[in-house]
Structures are given as structure tokens and as C-alpha cells.
């Protein structure tokens, strides 16, 4: 693997289950015309986008039950390089259903992840220090499972900042806000979890800025929002950037805020400034949107979505 990897962690993978319809009527029999299954949870999601850049990257999550022996098998057919933590819990499954349109909808029936032990959560934890030695970079993303306390991602950016890694950490709530003060290099969320973890609305622009202004004053040293079809601001202290979205014609837009995070983590590891990485993971955003699933892309849609995107400064009244 070598020593500059991305290392991409999260309690809370899934196995998702995509099925597309020629139309998707409430109150009425569906039947899907193609379904397919992949490995899928947040970490695997930004894994995989990773991988398809060209990165060197490892997902490491935990896995249980006959669903985890499904997502372990895709991941080798994917050939993703992972580490698998064995847990009781079943791993959880997550249902896209994609009605093409127009104007085209994708809605998205979520099971919460089963609950980890603290045994198992020490074995994660375990496995995490012994890979960082070997990481440029730790994307930690999504929720925590149950039984995994909250300031697992506090602990494994202190271990991340001992061994050289830049981290990346994409959460809300307790579980963001505990881990700003070991100043990751980039805090991700979108509007709504910014709202959440902050505790207020963000109905304007002047809010946005306050809160983020608040996550740098906090530790972040970068603070990125993705606002869905709004593009995504981002701040790193003294300056905002706005990004405006791309217009594409969506197929699914499931997983791409893993993408973008995926996109801002190669370019910090390619030596870019945060414009540029917000470049490139807008990119990956627009380019997961286009086919069904969640965390997968074709990097010649990359290529081609990158020179049409934009980094706006702003500037502050």
C-alpha cells in the first residue's frame, strides 16, 4: 500500500440497494426494472471515489452478518482495498428508489445501523493506529454506530495529528463538534447538518457564513457546506468561496457529498489550496450525480465536469 494512502473510516457502512422504475407511484404496485446491489456507506463511498481518481486508498469499517459478507465480496470485485472489523451487529441496508422522470426523483429509505460493543469498538479503534502510520490522509465520515462514543473521532484525529495524517472529518452533531478542537484540516457537512450541529436555522447567506465562521473559530482550519443544488461555500478563516452547482442532468445525487469530500481529499493530498480541491470535489459531486448508485463515477466525467466548474471568491461586506 505504501506510505500515502487515504485512509477512509466509518462505524455506519451499508449495503445499497439501487432499483430504477419506469415511473414510482405512491399507493400503488412498483415494479422495478433493474436493481442492483454495491458496497455503500459513507467511508466506502468516498473509498471508492478515491480509488477511481488514481489515489491510493483503504476503507475500514465494520461488517456483520450475511449483508456484511455481501458488501466484503463487493469490495473485492471492486478490488477497493479494505480492512473489515467483524462485528454481531448485521450490517444495515440502505434502498434507492429512482423514478428517471422527468423531471427525475431518487428517494432514499434508510435503516439505521446496528449498535457496536465496546470490544468491537476497540478493535476499530486498534486498527485505526495501526493503519495510520502508512496514511497521508484520514477522511473520517458519517454518524456513529450505537456503542461507539462520541468522542471516537476526537481520539482518532489526536492519534491522526501523532502520526503526520491531515484529516478530513465529515459528521455532525456531538461527533463534529467534538473533534474541532484536534484542528482537523477540513470540517464537512451540508446545510442541514450544519443546522443540526449548531443547534440553529441557516436561512440566509449572513447565517451560513456566522456558522461557519464558528467551526473555524472552533479548530477547523477549513470549513466546507454542501448545499445541494445551491453549490457549496467554503471558508478557511479569512476568506469564503462559493461554488456554484453544476447543471447536469441528474440521475441520482445519492453520495455526493461523500464524492466531493473524496474530490477536496485528493487535491489537498495533490498539494492544491482549498479552491482547487472545492474544484475537483465539485466535480466528483456532478460526476457521482449522473448514474445510479452512490460513490460511483467515471473519471473521464470528471475530467470533462472539472472545466466547467467554478471557485467564486467572495467578498465580505
Known amino acids: ?166 484529516v478530513i472529518v465529515d459528521a455532525r452533531g456531538r461527533e463534529l463538534m467534538g473533534a474541532l478542537p484536534m484542528r482537523p484540516m477540513v470540517a464537512k457537512c451540508n446545510r442541514a447538518e450544519l443546522a443540526a450541529t449548531i443547534g440553529k436555522p441557516i436561512d440566509d447567506e449572513a447565517a451560513l457564513r456566522k456558522a461557519m465562521t464558528l467551526l473555524h473559530e472552533r479548530g477547523a482550519q477549513w470549513v466546507i457546506v454542501t448545499l445541494g443544488a445551491e453549490g457549496a461555500r467554503a471558508h478557511d478563516g479569512g476568506t469564503y468561496w462559493r461554488i456554484p452547482a453544476l447543471r447536469i442532468e441528474a440521475v441520482s445525487a445519492i453520495g455526493s457529498g461523500d464524492a466531493f469530500a473524496a474530490g477536496v481529499a485528493a487535491g489537498i493530498a495533490r498539494g492544491q489550496n482549498i479552491a482547487e480541491s472545492c474544484r475537483l470535489g465539485a466535480a466528483c459531486a456532478a460526476a457521482n450525480a449522473l448514474i445510479p448508485g452512490s460513490g460511483l463515477l467515471r473519471p473521464a466525467d470528471v475530467r470533462r465536469l472539472l472545466k466547467q466548474t467554478r471557485v467564486i471568491r467572495c467578498h465580505c461586506p
Open 1 to 166: 500500500m505504501g506510505s500515502s494512502m487515504h485512509l477512509c473510516l466509518g462505524t455506519t457502512p451499508a449495503l445499497q440497494r439501487t432499483m430504477i422504475f419506469d415511473r414510482l407511484a405512491i399507493d400503488q404496485v412498483n415494479r422495478a426494472k433493474r436493481v442492483f446491489e454495491h458496497a455503500s456507506g459513507k467511508s466506502i463511498n468516498v473509498a471508492r471515489v478515491l480509488h477511481a481518481l488514481g489515489e491510493k486508498t483503504i476503507a475500514c469499517v465494520p461488517l456483520g452478518g450475511e449483508r456484511g459478507e455481501i458488501v466484503r465480496r463487493d469490495l473485492r470485485r471492486s478490488r477497493l482495498p479494505h480492512r473489515c472489523i467483524a462485528v454481531g451487529a448485521p450490517t444495515r441496508i440502505c434502498t434507492t428508489l429512482i423514478d428517471p422522470g422527468p423531471p427525475g426523483h431518487a428517494t432514499e429509505l434508510v435503516e439505521e445501523a446496528g449498535p457496536i460493543t465496546p470490544g468491537e469498538c476497540a478493535v476499530m479503534f486498534e486498527t485505526l493506529m495501526a493503519l495510520l502510520p502508512r496514511a497521508k490522509m484520514l477522511v473520517l465520515s458519517g454518524s456513529l454506530a450505537g456503542g461507539v462514543g462520541a468522542d471516537f473521532y476526537a481520539r482518532s484525529c489526536r492519534a491522526a495529528n501523532q502520526a503526520g495524517a491531515a
